[in-house]
């Protein structure tokens, strides 16, 4: 099992910034892709961006490709989303997602139900 705790929420104005991480504890996050996800009210989970197991290759959603970046610390057993350039619809609950596991790309990672395992979520709130 793993357990996955999120952070770094807030409220930022736009144009601000945020970090989010990821802790894991129950088992080392170094053989698992991770992947953040965001729900806003009234709306369904979607995709934000995910990145393989050893970090070399990652994946982002449209809508933030060029303002969010994904990264992971291995020895941390911590996985982080820089989020910059925030808007107010960026407002939303992110959860993160773990599976231990390989996907060749989009198609397997932006899917909620690829994903085995979920943080509680931060709520990230961006004011205009």
């Known amino acids: 099992q793993v357990q996955l705790s999120n952070s770094g929420g807030g409220l930022v104005q736009a144009g601000g910034s945020l970090r989010l991480s990821c802790a894991a504890s129950?088992?080392?996050?170094?053989?698992?892709?991770m992947g953040w996800f965001r729900q806003a009210p009234g709306k369904e989970r979607e995709f934000v961006a995910a990145?393989?197991?050893?970090?070399?290759?990652?994946y982002y959603a449209d809508s933030v490709k060029g303002r969010f970046t994904i990264s992971r610390d291995n020895a941390k057993n911590t996985v982080y989303l820089q989020m910059n350039s925030l808007k107010p619809e960026d407002t939303a609950v992110y959860h993160c997602?773990?599976?231990?596991?390989?996907?060749?790309?989009?198609?397997?990672?932006?899917?909620?139900?690829?994903?085995?395992?979920w943080g509680q979520g931060t709520q990230v709130t961006v004011s205009s």
């Open positions: 990145i393989n197991w050893s970090g070399g290759s990652t």
């Open positions: 997602a773990a599976r231990r596991d390989y996907c060749s790309g989009y198609g397997c990672y932006d899917e909620t139900s690829w994903y085995d395992y």
């Open positions: 129950g088992r080392t996050l170094s053989s698992y892709a």
